[in-house]
């Protein structure tokens, strides 16, 4: 690959009577550009075809990206959740509660791994999610990633097991 600049020069009519210019070899730079290109579509290809919801916001609590699946769930696309913080998209309560995680997963500079209550669409399930600092190349925290999925399932499994282990302690103990 060659980056070529150059100019015409002309005489006093206009007629061109020389080349001027440069030939760059930029050979590595273009097969650098097409590694990062190749490097990103397996990130996109892997971000958006995991069953999770993932986002990543800011150290001012914004968000700089989420995969389709998250976006899926707060009813809007991906780029429509750039920029806007919990507020714009949670009721306050639960608003609250992220920013109190998210600060404090920046604040200890420690990840964090929880189960908790999640409203999509009005009806609440619950989640695990896992919550981590972001660096820059000079490890500075400049946000959160997170991380979490469906566990109502299990949730709801873990409390039929628990109804029937106490109906049979009861059945015992008669």
């Known amino acids: 690959y060659w980056w070529v600049r150059g100019s015409v020069l002309t005489d006093a009519i206009g007629k061109p009577y020389r080349w001027v210019g440069s030939v ?6 273009k097969r650098a550009e097409i590694v990062l290109k190749e490097s990103e579509a397996r990130y996109r290809t892997l971000l ?3 069953p999770q919801q993932i986002f990543m916001k800011s ?3 914004r968000y700089v990206s989420v995969n389709q699946n ?3 769930d707060l009813g809007i696309r991906p780029e429509e959740a750039v920029g806007k913080v919990d507020y714009d998209l949670f009721s306050k309560e639960l608003a609250d509660k992220y ?8 604040e200890t500079a420690q990840s ?5 209550q999640y409203v999509q669409g009005g009806s609440k399930k619950w989640i695990h999610t896992i919550k981590t600092p972001v660096r820059d190349s000079d490890g500075e925290i400049i946000g ?3 991380v979490f999925w469906d566990i109502t399932g299990r949730k709801r499994a873990d409390e039929a097991l628990r109804e029937s282990e106490a109906k049979l302690r ?3 103990e008669e």
């Open 144 to 146: 959160v990633l997170g």
């Open 70 to 72: 998250y976006a899926r």
């Open 24 to 29: 760059t070899d930029v050979t590595e730079r």
């Open 99 to 106: 920013r109190a995680d998210d600060e404090r997963v920046m």
């Open 59 to 61: 150290r001012t609590f």
């Open 112 to 116: 964090e791994d929880f189960e908790e």
């Open 48 to 50: 958006e075809n995991i």
């Open 170 to 172: 009861g059945l015992t």
